[in-house]
């Protein structure tokens, strides 16, 4: 990862702006029980 990939920090950034797109899990129709992983 560190040698061809990005940093950690982009990736967190990365996933926090997909993230804020995304619908919350409470509104999804059969959506999973338990609360998901913080990186999911």
């Known amino acids: ?3 061809n990939g ?3 920090d982009s990736v967190l ?3 926090s702006q ?3 797109r995304d619908s ?3 509104k ?3 959506s999973m029980c338990t ?3 913080e990186i999911a």
């Open 1 to 3: 990862m560190y040698n």
């Open 6 to 8: 990005i940093t950690r």
């Open 13 to 15: 950034k990365e996933l």
């Open 18 to 20: 997909k993230k804020n």
């Open 24 to 26: 919350d899990y409470r």
């Open 28 to 30: 999804v129709l059969s």
């Open 35 to 37: 609360y998901p992983h």
